[in-house]
């Protein structure tokens, strides 16, 4: 039997568990302890669902605009970044940039004899002979994460000055791995506490000049990237909050999935970093949205655009407001 209830009675039982609700609201002080285990127990939970050795370092601002680390999970191993590493590949032609050396217009040559398979674009064109300009081939590895476009920037950086730039910007672990040919490299190895360390001075524009951190920041934070993972369960104007880079390989100890970026508030202010770097795991051959630890990575990262920390006041925050990148609007030719 259905019971009917009136419009009045209905308004009066609402204020009702409103009051009740309110009693049990927390304070910011609350929400601010709680924001954190949230993100710790999801962690947890889908690390363990996923399989795997997992390497994490993720952090989120004080009031004060200072990153504190909310999950610190053998943050200072050495692992292979794999496609990670690209983040500091273009950090270090940035670098040149910034000194004068070079700039985004230098063009180069894209020989047939340079293009190198697996992601990108430029292994696709199947005629190659186009001259490209350093902004094309860093937007390409940052975006679609091009192979190719790895030995372009090592024509403009060698191996060892790659090397030589991340030290000096104060990083240990943080290499590329030279071979016999001086501008050809592997991505190397990094860990989940300088990736952070790298991630939150491009969003605080303090790894390179402010136009060269806007630049790399407006790539990987452009809605053409990658959505596997953390930005999956995202509106289109989440994922431009998000800016994040994604890498995956194998090694002896069996499949790997990596993923790291920032997360921004509507204004640009940088909250929250992530650095997961997870090995040994199953599933080979699978690079889609359907292996286990990415479908972690996606879980993950909606509780973290869920709960991410208040904007710290402007008085009090460390970090200026970064730049936006341009929303996304569809065009339909023309």
Request: aromatic residues 6%.
């Amino acid at each position: 039997m259905s019971t009917s209830v009136s419009r009045r009675t209905a308004l009066g039982l609402g204020a009702a568990a409103a009051t009740i609700a309110g009693v049990g609201m927390s304070s910011p002080a609350e929400a601010a302890r709680s924001g954190p285990a949230r993100i710790r127990k999801v962690y947890d939970k889908e690390k363990a669902k996923a399989g795997g050795v997992w390497h994490t370092h993720i952090a989120a601002v004080d009031p004060a605009g200072t990153p504190r680390p909310v999950v610190e999970d053998d943050a200072d191993h050495v692992t292979q970044g794999y496609s990670v590493q690209k983040l500091a590949v273009a950090t270090a032609v940035m670098d040149k940039i910034d000194r004068g050396e070079l700039t985004l217009g230098t063009k180069l040559d894209l020989p047939a004899s340079i293009i190198l398979g697996g992601s990108g674009i430029y292994h696709l064109h199947r005629v190659w002979g186009d001259e490209i300009t350093v902004a094309n081939f860093l937007t390409a590895m940052l975006l679609v994460s091009d192979n190719t476009a790895v030995r372009m920037c090592g024509r403009v950086v060698p191996a060892l000055e790659i090397n030589e730039i991340l030290a000096a910007k104060g990083f240990v672990h943080t290499r590329v791995e030279p071979v016999a040919n001086p501008n050809r490299f592997f991505l190397g190895t990094t860990t989940p506490r300088e990736m952070h360390d790298l991630l939150w001075r491009l969003a605080t524009r303090t790894l390179l000049a402010p136009a060269s951190c806007d630049f790399l920041l407006s790539i990987t934070r452009w809605l053409n990237g990658y959505h596997d993972g953390v930005r999956r369960v995202m509106s289109s104007r989440e994922r431009e909050r998000v800016a994040t880079k994604y890498g995956a390989d194998f090694n002896s100890l069996g499949e790997s999935r990596h993923e790291a970026g920032i997360m921004f508030d509507e204004t640009g202010v940088p909250l929250l970093t992530y650095a997961m770097f997870a090995e040994g795991l199953g599933e080979p051959e699978n690079y889609g949205a359907t292996h286990p630890a990415v479908q972690a990575h996606a879980r993950i990262g909606r509780t973290l655009m869920d709960n991410l920390p208040a904007t710290p006041a402007p008085a009090t925050r460390s970090a200026a407001p970064r730049s936006l990148p341009k929303p996304f609007r569809p065009v339909n030719g023309g």
